[in-house]
C-alpha cells in the first residue's frame, strides 16, 4: 500500500437513521482485522457548536471522548467496534465550521476577500476532514456525513466531497447507504428511490463507488443488476446490507458481502492480509448462546428512548457476553416509582442500575429505588447522577439529615451533600463547560473497587457539573460509606461503596463510555457477575 492517507466518505440516501454509523464502523472493523490502522468521523450538519446542549430526547446520548470533547453517539460505535479511542477532531459540525470561519474574518485572515460558502466554508471542512490524516497515524481516514442527501444542511459537506474526489484522485471513495423498501401490495422490492438518490448526488457532482443498500429482503442479483446499471455502480459494488438481529452482526454481513475487497480493489490496494475476526466471532457466539439469562432494570427519566442509555445498554452487552450470560433489560421510568410501589416495581430483578441525568425530574424515584436496592442487598450501580441519588438517600436515611438533597435541585437545602463545582459558579454559557473528559482517580487498597480494578490509579471520562460536597467526608465515613476513589488533584469524591452488600457502588465517572466488544469495562462485568449471584 503505498503511504498516502486513503479517504472513505459513507453519504446517507432515501431515509435518515439507516445505520450509517454502523456501516462504517463495519467496514473500519473489516479493514481493522486485515491489520490497517483506521478511524472514523462524523460530520453533523446541525448549527449546534456540538450536542452537548441538545436534549436526548433530540439526539440521543452525548458520547464524551477522553480529551473532553461532547460529541455525537456514533463515536460510541467507532470506539466500541474499534476499541480505538476518538478525540475532539473525530466529530465535527456545521456550528463549528462556521464558528472557526467566523473568526477567522474577524481577524482579517481572509484579507478583504467576501468570504463565502465555496470556497472559505468548503475550504474549512476539507480541512478538518484531512486532519486526522495528516497525523500519520491511519491509513484509512473513513467518514460519515449526517442527515440526508438532499437535505439542505448536507449540500456544503456533499460539496466538500465533490472537491476532495477531484483533488486526492485515487485516494478516496465514496459509499452511498441507501434503502430498498418492500411493497406488500406488488411482493417485490423498489429500486426507484435509490436511482432518485444517487441521481441527486450526481447533480451535486459526486458519483458514489459503492452502493449498500438496507433491505428487510434478500436483494436478488436481478435487482443488483438493475441498480448498477442506473447508478452508474459496478454490479460487485451494490452490496446488500439485510436487518440483523444486533449491531454486533453487521461486520460479519459485509464479509459475506466482500465488501471490505471492493473497497480495497477500488482503492487500487493489494491486500495479501487475511481477515482475522476470531475475537469478534468468539464475542459473538457467547452473546447468542449464553448458559445464563437475568433482568436488570436500568432507572432514568429518559427510558422511552433508549438512545438516551445507548453506552450503558452495550455495555451490559459486552459485559454479559463475558459472563455467558444474556441480559435482559428492563427499562424502569423514575417518575413512575415511589416508596409505595417500589418492592413490585422492582421484583424479579437481579440487580439495578440507577442512569446518569440533569434536572429534577424522576428524582425521588430514583432515591426510593437506591433505598430499597440498599436494603434488600439488590445489587446496585449508580453512575453520575445515578451515584449523587446515592448520596443523598444514605444522608437522609442512615444520617438522619431528612432535608438531604442537591443544589442543582434544591438550592435551598440546609444539607447540600452534592454542590456545585468550584470552577461551575460563574459560567455564563452552558456549552462545553462541564467537568468533562478523562480524570484520574486513585483507588483504596482493600475495597471492591480496587478488587474491581485492580490497581490503584485510573482514568474514567466525566461529564457534570456537581459533585459530593467534600464537607459530608467525615460524616459518610463514620456512618460505614466507603469513599473508595478519590481525584487527587481536587479531593473530589469519585466512587462510593458499602461494604456490607454484595454490591453497591455509585460512580461520578461514566465508566459506559470505555466498554467495548474486545474491552469489556469491569465495573459492569463485576456488577453482572454480582447480579448473577442475585439471581
Avoid at 139 to 161: H, K, M, N, R
Wanted: overall charge negative; glycine content about 8%; proline content about 4%.
Amino acid at each position: 500500500m503505498n503511504n498516502s492517507t486513503k479517504y472513505i466518505f459513507v453519504t446517507g440516501g432515501v431515509t435518515s437513521s439507516l445505520g450509517k454509523g454502523i456501516i462504517s464502523a463495519s467496514l473500519a472493523k473489516l479493514l481493522q482485522a486485515r491489520g490497517y490502522t483506521v478511524t472514523i468521523q462524523k460530520l453533523d450538519p446541525y448549527i449546534n457548536v456540538d450536542p452537548g446542549t441538545l436534549n436526548p430526547y433530540e439526539h440521543g446520548e452525548c458520547y464524551v471522548t477522553d480529551d473532553g470533547a461532547e460529541t455525537d453517539l456514533d463515536l460510541g460505535h467507532y470506539e466500541r467496534f474499534l476499541n480505538v479511542s476518538t478525540s475532539q477532531a473525530n466529530n465535527v459540525t456545521t456550528g463549528r465550521i462556521y464558528q472557526s470561519v467566523i473568526e477567522k474574518e474577524r481577524k482579517g485572515e481572509y484579507l478583504g476577500k467576501t468570504v463565502q460558502v465555496i470556497p472559505h466554508i468548503t475550504d474549512e471542512i476539507k480541512n478538518r476532514i484531512k486532519l486526522l490524516g495528516k497525523t500519520g497515524l491511519y491509513q484509512f481516514v473513513i467518514t460519515e456525513i449526517g442527515g440526508t442527501v438532499g437535505d439542505i444542511e448536507s449540500l456544503p459537506y456533499i460539496e466538500a466531497v465533490r472537491q476532495l474526489k477531484w483533488e486526492l484522485e485515487q485516494d478516496c471513495l465514496v459509499l452511498h447507504l441507501t434503502l430498498l423498501p418492500y411493497l406488500a401490495t406488488s411482493g417485490e422490492l423498489k429500486t426507484k428511490p435509490t436511482q432518485h438518490s444517487v441521481k441527486l448526488l450526481l447533480e451535486y457532482g459526486v458519483q458514489p463507488d459503492v452502493l449498500v443498500c438496507r433491505s428487510e429482503y434478500p436483494v436478488t442479483k436481478d435487482i443488483k443488476k438493475k441498480l448498477a446499471l442506473f447508478c452508474n455502480v459496478a454490479q460487485e459494488a451494490v452490496i446488500e446490507a439485510l436487518d440483523a438481529s444486533t449491531i454486533y452482526e453487521v461486520p460479519l454481513l459485509m464479509e459475506k458481502e466482500k465488501l471490505d475487497e471492493i473497497v480495497l480493489k477500488k482503492l487500487n490496494i493489494k491486500s495479501d492480509n487475511a481477515l482475522n475476526l476470531d475475537n469478534w466471532k468468539n464475542f459473538l457466539n457467547k452473546f447468542h448462546n449464553p448458559k445464563d439469562e437475568i433482568r436488570i432494570g436500568i432507572i432514568g427519566k429518559y427510558v422511552e428512548l433508549k438512545d438516551s442509555y445507548k453506552s450503558i445498554s452495550e455495555a451490559f452487552i459486552h459485559a454479559g457476553s463475558i459472563n455467558d450470560c444474556r441480559i435482559n433489560i428492563e427499562w424502569i421510568h423514575s417518575e413512575g416509582i415511589n416508596e409505595e410501589n417500589i418492592k413490585q416495581r422492582l421484583n424479579g430483578l437481579s440487580g439495578i442500575l440507577v442512569a446518569p441525568g440533569f434536572g429534577n425530574r424522576g428524582i425521588e424515584g430514583k432515591i426510593a429505588a437506591i433505598k430499597y436496592a440498599r436494603e434488600n442487598n439488590l445489587p446496585f450501580l449508580g453512575i453520575c447522577l445515578g451515584m449523587q441519588c446515592a448520596a443523598i438517600e444514605f444522608a437522609r436515611n442512615v444520617l438522619g439529615l431528612k432535608d438531604a438533597h442537591s443544589r442543582e435541585m434544591n438550592p435551598a437545602t440546609s444539607s447540600p451533600v452534592i454542590d456545585l463545582l468550584e470552577n461551575q459558579k460563574n459560567l455564563s454559557h452552558m456549552g462545553g463547560t462541564m467537568r468533562l473528559g478523562a480524570y484520574p482517580c486513585e483507588i483504596e487498597e482493600g475495597t471492591l473497587a480496587y478488587t474491581i480494578y485492580g490497581k490503584k490509579k485510573i482514568f474514567e471520562r466525566h461529564r457534570h457539573r456537581y459533585e459530593f460536597n467534600s464537607e459530608y467526608k467525615k460524616n459518610f465515613t463514620e456512618a460505614g460509606m466507603v469513599l473508595s476513589g478519590i481525584n487527587p488533584d481536587a479531593g473530589l469524591v469519585e466512587i462510593i461503596e458499602l461494604s456490607n452488600h454484595p454490591f453497591f457502588m455509585g460512580v461520578q465517572f461514566h465508566p459506559e463510555y470505555k466498554s467495548t466488544v474486545e474491552n469489556p469495562h469491569p465495573l459492569f462485568v463485576h456488577f453482572v457477575k454480582a447480579a448473577l449471584g442475585n439471581k
